[in-house]
C-alpha cells in the first residue's frame, strides 16, 4: 500500500479564496482523522470519522471549515474563505482502529498551507 | 474533557539517556501512544503501553501507569537522528486522539 497520501503537497492563496486539501487513506483503514500543526498549537484535531461517519468535529475552528468523506478511499478539508491564520500544516491520519492491537496512526506527509 | 503535559523542550548529549514524560487526563483511558516527528516531516508512531509498566523496543522504551495518569519515553544511546519532536497520544473511549504541542528534543555533540 502507498500509505496516507494527501494533496496538495503545498498551497499558497490569497485571504478569501476557497482551499480544499484531499486525503486518500490507507485501504481497509476505518478511521480518518485530520489534524492541523502550527507552532504555537501544536498538532490539533480537527475531526475524524468512523467508517465515513463524522465522529466529532469539536476541533474545526470555525464554520469557513468544513470536511467530507463521500466514501472509504476519499476525504476533504475546506476552507471557504480562508484567512491568514489558518496557514499551516494540515495532516490527514488513518487507523483500523484506535483502541485495536497498538491502534498505532498512520499519518500522511501532509499538506503546507500559507494564506496572503 | 482531555488534556496532555508535556515538556516543552528537552536538550541531552550524544550517547546519554533522555526520559521525557507525559501526564494525561482523559474519559475512558485505554493506553498511551507515543509518536516521533522530525522538522518537515510527519508524525511516526513509535511505541503503545495498554498495561502499566515497561515496553522495549531497542534503543526507546515507554512506560506507562494508570493509577498516576502517567507514562514517559525513555531514549538510550542518544543518536542525533533522534532530536526531533515527540509526542504522547491517548486513545480514549471515543477512539478520539488528541496530540498537543509535543516535546522537541535537542541532542548536543
Known amino acids: 500500500d502507498a500509505g496516507v497520501i494527501q494533496s496538495p503537497r503545498h498551497e499558497v492563496t490569497e485571504m478569501g479564496q476557497e482551499v480544499t486539501l484531499r486525503c486518500k487513506p490507507i485501504s481497509g483503514h476505518d478511521y480518518l482523522f485530520w489534524y492541523r500543526q502550527t507552532m504555537m498549537r501544536g498538532l490539533e484535531l480537527l475531526i475524524y470519522f468512523n467508517n465515513n461517519v463524522p465522529i466529532d468535529d469539536s476541533g474545526m475552528p470555525e464554520d469557513r471549515f468544513s470536511a467530507k468523506m463521500p466514501n472509504a478511499s476519499f476525504s476533504t478539508l475546506k476552507i471557504q474563505p480562508s484567512e491568514p491564520r489558518d496557514s499551516a500544516v494540515y495532516f490527514c491520519?488513518?487507523?483500523?482502529?484506535?483502541?485495536?492491537?497498538?491502534?498505532?496512526?498512520?499519518f500522511g506527509e501532509g499538506s503546507r498551507l500559507t494564506v496572503l | 474533557g482531555q488534556s496532555l503535559e508535556q515538556p516543552s523542550e528537552v536538550t541531552a548529549v550524544e550517547g546519554a539517556i533522555v526520559q521525557i514524560n507525559c501526564t494525561y487526563q482523559?474519559?475512558?483511558?485505554?493506553?498511551l501512544s507515543w509518536y516521533q516527528q522530525h522538522d518537515g516531516g510527519a508524525p511516526t508512531f513509535l511505541s503503545y503501553n495498554a498495561l502499566d509498566g515497561l515496553e522495549e523496543t531497542g534503543r526507546f522504551s515507554s512506560f506507562l501507569s494508570r493509577s498516576d495518569s502517567y507514562g514517559y519515553l525513555l531514549l538510550q544511546e542518544l543518536q542525533m537522528k533522534d532530536s526531533a519532536s515527540y509526542f504522547c497520544a491517548p486513545p480514549n473511549r471515543d477512539d478520539k486522539i488528541i496530540f498537543g504541542k509535543g516535546t522537541r528534543l535537542h541532542i548536543l555533540p
Open positions: 482523559t474519559s475512558g483511558f485505554y493506553g
Open positions: 491520519a488513518s487507523t483500523l482502529g484506535p483502541r485495536q492491537n497498538t491502534g498505532e496512526l498512520f
